[in-house]
């Protein structure tokens, strides 16, 4: 296991929605870059744009060239487009990607619980299991996802605890969506668990077009990753970095970062929890 540094770097991306008609060789730049700049990625889910095994071959084979720091990752909505994420889950894995369904895994000191997560709308407004057996099934899909998430992060022992989601835990970074379809792009049962303990950040996807940072109820930092939307607020640097204090004194392993929070000037998005 690599040694445990004071100082680790999450860099944290979304939706590459790699496709068949993607050009070879297009993401090496993009994963040379997070190379250089982090110690571990974290990928949001809609990894492959139609969930074809094939899809995922060639993402597996682009990652391989050039990205050279352990890789954990959850799978979106279009990874299961195909019926095959199973698949693509073993293609992920020989290329060294843990991807996290329920699961948890720790690297370099912090612990990561990850699950795709679900639909169903946000607060007050959100979809109830009231009526017809289709409505009731779809809502507790995304209750039956906060549980695995709740069981995920009770299996990790770390100091620091991330969340890694496809779809959104809170309304505020899918703010910027049309609002009809904020039902669609997250549910705010998935954030129940994360305030039920320590979580230092949450990363999710799925949102293109929403805000990039939020906080739960409980004022956890929440990241929208979606690569779409890193490149419209950093382009020169498309995808988000925090860096985690890890063995911090006790009194600092408070929920949500206690510790400080910077943002860098020139709008590359560092934060340091
Ligand atoms: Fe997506
Ligand atoms: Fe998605």
Do not use: I, L, Q
């Given at each position: 296991m690599p040694p445990v540094k004071d100082l680790v770097r999450i860099a944290a991306l979304g939706d590459l929605h790699y496709s068949r008609n993607a050009a070879v060789g297009g993401l090496q730049p993009l994963f040379s870059q997070i190379t250089e700049s982090a110690d571990i990625l974290a990928l949001c889910g809609d990894l492959t744009d139609y969930g074809l095994p094939e899809e995922a071959r060639a993402l597996a084979r682009e990652m391989a060239s050039s990205l050279k720091i352990p890789t954990v990752a959850v799978l979106g909505n279009h990874d299961y487009e195909s019926g095959q994420q199973q698949e693509l889950q073993k293609i992920f894995a020989d290329a060294g990607v843990t991807t996290l369904d329920g699961d948890s895994t720790e690297l370099l000191g912090i612990g990561f619980a990850g699950v795709k997560g679900f639909a169903g709308g946000f607060g007050r407004r959100a979809l109830g299991p009231w009526g017809e057996d289709i409505i009731k099934k779809f809502v507790h899909e995304a209750l039956d996802e906060a549980l695995k998430l709740e069981a995920s992060l009770a299996r990790l022992r770390t100091d620091r605890l991330v969340v890694l989601l496809h779809y959104a835990p809170v309304q505020q970074t899918v703010e910027g969506e049309p609002l009809e379809i904020y039902p669609f792009l997250g549910c705010s049962r998935l954030e129940e668990p994360i305030g039920r303990f320590p979580v230092s950040a949450v990363f999710h996807g799925?949102?293109?077009?929403?805000?990039p940072e939020g906080l739960t109820a409980k004022g956890v930092p929440v990241y929208n990753v979606s690569l779409c939307l890193m490149r419209t607020v950093s382009p020169e640097r498309p995808f988000r970095i925090v860096e985690f204090e890890v063995h911090?004194?006790?009194?600092?392993?408070?929920?949500?970062?206690?510790g400080e929070r910077r943002v860098s000037g020139?709008?590359?998005?560092v934060e340091r929890i």
């Open positions: 799925h949102a293109h077009h929403g805000r911090p004194p006790a009194h600092e392993c408070a929920p949500h970062a206690s020139d709008r590359r998005s």
